[in-house]
């Protein structure tokens, strides 16, 4: 536009925008349909959303559950912003079918949700609870009976604390022991419904957080060689799950991790910096994805741990790799902007201005490109075959308005331009197979209590009321087209 437009062009051309817009269904249905050519996901792409137990079920003690490390923690005065406890959460334990109608109504085809642990095993042994089973049993039926597709996370944090007083957590390998019983156990009993099972979520934020930073249950802040350690028990963990699945798993069922890889980015995208950007999320992953798919602790990683590096043995090493059949990424800001370095292992991570946008949380930095450059070094890396986006979303300052609805235009702003970035790959050969939403209604936000909101359905937590956003209409859209326009 042209700088000597006076104020009253202006005014006429928003009068002219205005009525485009009055004018509007027709031609937007038009420039939409031209604009999908280009912009199509893969035909067989899977359109989920994702949820985990402690943040919606509650239902604390229904059936026998045992107590986990989140129980405890958020029972600990002064440990959750606004007080709050998953005890009741979305009280999806007992609305279990209502929430399946509403991931139905946005047109999934998959569902991502997370087993608790002490549901089956209440104090972490080797005695199940077949009541605990029986929910999940009852969820995935349900699931299956409505075309939607289960994909099952083991451990969404909510350890039995019965295994953090006995045996000290992480701490301990006699965890990942435990955790290969109970994985075994839902590979005997589902896996003739539920096809794809994912081991761990987020090592990467439950580890330091809860291990190092004392900020996550249960809250302890260990020396630097512990926080290495509990994290290698966690990939032993991953590793003996895998093997325990294919050997009490019915034969096609698929296994895998959802880690928050620490998403590096080459800040101008030159060959040079986009070779930094792959050295960055190999090493910057040392610890958790770069071992189990690479079978070793880097080089860069074990000379920079120094005497904090995890103890560990080759016979280890070789069970933390077992071959996996997917990986899942959960994608929301981008951590590292990298540039090339001269200096050994080859990056620089350019420091953050403070000024960078973010959403309503402040760590959710906004960086849609990372949707197009994370699962592309990621399958360039490691010659992945199979990624999924087992998260990605945000939260927003939603409001229920006096018409009923949640206007979330900055939800909507975001989900539009990690799609399109995330299309991009798509189209150029990257092998994402299927994206889950992040979340499919407000809950649980761990310390953040329920402040934060990151579902496409508002949740009252008054009444339980589930009100669809405008964001679960823009997914409909997303999915009914199974294309993006930028
Ligand atoms: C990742 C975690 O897996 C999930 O539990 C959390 O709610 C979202 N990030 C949003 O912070």
């Known amino acids: 536009m042209p700088n000597d437009v006076s104020r009253r062009d202006l005014a006429k051309l928003a009068g002219l925008a205005a009525m485009g817009a009055a004018a509007g269904p027709a031609h937007a249905e038009e420039a939409a349909v031209t604009d999908d050519a280009g912009r199509r996901f893969p035909s067989d792409f899977v359109w989920g959303t994702a949820t985990s137990s402690y943040q919606i079920e509650g239902g604390a003690t ?47 085809r998959a569902y991502r949700f997370s087993i608790a642990w002490p549901r089956l095993f209440p104090d972490g042994g080797l005695t199940p609870n077949p009541k605990g089973l029986d929910f999940y049993s009852r969820l995935v039926d349900e699931l299956l009976a409505n075309g939607i597709e289960p994909y099952a996370t083991l451990y969404h944090w909510d350890l039995p604390q019965a295994l953090q007083d006995r045996v000290g957590g992480w701490r301990s390998a006699e965890t990942a022991a435990a955790f290969a019983h109970y994985a075994g156990y839902v590979a005997q009993t589902l896996s003739d419904r539920v096809k794809t099972i994912f081991t761990i979520n987020e090592c990467g934020r439950f580890i330091p957080f809860g291990y190092g930073l004392g900020i996550d249950a249960p809250g302890l802040k260990l020396p630097q060689q512990e926080v290495n350690q509990a994290r290698h028990h966690v990939a032993l963990a991953h590793g003996l799950a895998v093997q325990a699945i294919r050997a009490k ?32 999320t190999r090493e910057m992953n040392a610890g958790f994805l770069n071992v189990i798919l690479e079978g070793r602790y880097t080089d860069a990683f074990l000379a920079w741990s120094g005497k904090d590096a995890p103890t560990f043995t080759a016979d280890e090493l070789k069970t933390i790799s077992t071959p996996v059949d997917f990986v899942g990424l959960n994608i929301y800001a981008p951590q590292a ?30 960086g849609p490109e990372t949707a197009y450059w994370v699962p592309k070094l990621a399958a360039k890396i490691w010659n992945l075959k199979t990624i999924y986006i087992t998260e990605n979303g945000t939260s927003s300052d939603d409001k229920v308005t006096a018409d009923g609805k949640v206007h979330d235009l900055d939800r909507v702003m975001y989900l539009r331009n990690y799609l399109a970035q995330l299309q991009r790959a798509t189209s150029e050969g990257v092998p994402v197979k299927g994206y889950f939403l992040w979340s499919l209604m407000d809950n649980f936000e761990w310390v953040f209590g329920y402040k934060q909101r990151f579902g496409v359905y508002h949740v009252d937590f008054d009444t339980q009321l589930r009100t669809p956003k405008l964001s679960a209409s823009y997914y409909r859209h997303v999915i009914t087209r199974n294309a993006v326009s930028a």
């Open 249 to 280: 798993g019915r034969a096609g069922t698929r296994v895998g991790m959802a880690e928050n890889i620490t998403a590096c980015l080459p800040a101008i995208d030159t060959p040079e910096n986009i070779r930094a950007a792959e050295i960055a």
């Open 62 to 108: 229904a059936d026998g559950r045992g107590p986990s490390i989140w129980d405890v923690f958020t029972h600990t005065p002064g440990k959750i912003e606004d007080g709050s406890t998953g005890d009741v959460a979305c009280d999806h334990y007992d609305r279990y079918k209502h929430d399946v109608r509403l991931i139905k109504e946005l047109g999934c």
């Open 337 to 366: 902007y990298v540039v090339a370095s001269e200096r050994a292992p080859g990056f620089d991570v350019l420091p953050m201005p403070s000024s960078f946008p973010h959403m309503s949380s402040p760590w959710l930095l906004v």
